[in-house]
């Protein structure tokens, strides 16, 4: 699959440069030359990740950055002027995933799109299943038969932890320290009362993948 590279940089000469770069490392790259004709290509293009420069004419890189994360998880690279450290900062703030200072080389840049692509690949392609019971750990949505549902934050730690080792026995221990980090304050009969709950809000009918294994902990069985 070639991916796709939207450059949104008012300095034609930069934004040139940086598109050769990447088609050359194998990306479709495209330019948008100013704010509003980027916000239109990132609307119909859909591309896999976002150069954006800061300091555009009309819409700014930071209105444009914040209006991309409310659209969606488009991952983007900023591109800031040598010395505006509040400038990263911001853009960091608005949703940004990285950013690279002008003046900059052309390797590093590449290096930097491919890393943030490679961490994005990871993060969006947890969606987890178990039957007709989905999560997805991004966006923490969680659907039973097509169904969303809603579950407390310990829930979903503890279905999450379920759903990475399906089918293997879990003792209690192993369920806090994955699902909480070991932070829990609690003793292990809390674990059975989130379980509990659990079950009520994800079995349905003849699906309880919930199972209690007597002496040891639970499994979910999928
Ligand atoms: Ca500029």
Redesign the pocket.
């Known amino acids: 699959v070639i991916q796709t590279i939207l450059i949104i940089?008012?300095?034609r000469r930069i934004a040139d440069w940086i598109r050769i770069y990447l088609e050359r490392a194998g990306f479709t790259a495209v330019n948008a030359y100013d704010g509003k004709d980027g916000l239109g290509l990132a609307r119909s293009l859909n591309p896999d990740l976002i150069i954006l420069?800061l300091?555009?004419p009309g819409l700014n890189g930071m209105d444009l950055c914040r209006i991309f994360r409310q659209e969606s998880d488009v991952p983007i690279i900023m591109l800031t002027s040598k010395g505006r450290k509040e400038d990263r900062i911001n853009g960091l703030d608005e949703g940004a995933d990285d950013y690279i200072t002008k003046p900059f080389d052309a390797d590093e840049l590449v290096g930097r799109v491919k890393a943030v692509l490679r961490r994005y690949r990871g993060h969006v392609q947890k969606t987890l299943s178990c039957g007709i019971l989905y999560l997805n750990e991004s966006t923490q949505e969680v659907s039973l038969d097509g169904q969303a549902i809603k579950l407390s934050r310990a829930q979903f730690d503890i279905l999450s932890v379920f759903m990475r080792n399906p089918n293997i026995v879990l003792t209690r221990n192993q369920l806090i320290e994955q699902a909480f980090n070991n932070n829990f304050e609690a003793f292990d009969r809390a674990i059975d009362t989130h379980i509990r709950r659990l079950r009520k809000l994800i079995h349905k009918n003849e699906f309880k993948p919930i199972q209690t294994i007597y002496g040891s902990g639970y499994k979910l069985v999928c």
């Open positions: 940089e008012d300095e420069d300091m555009l």
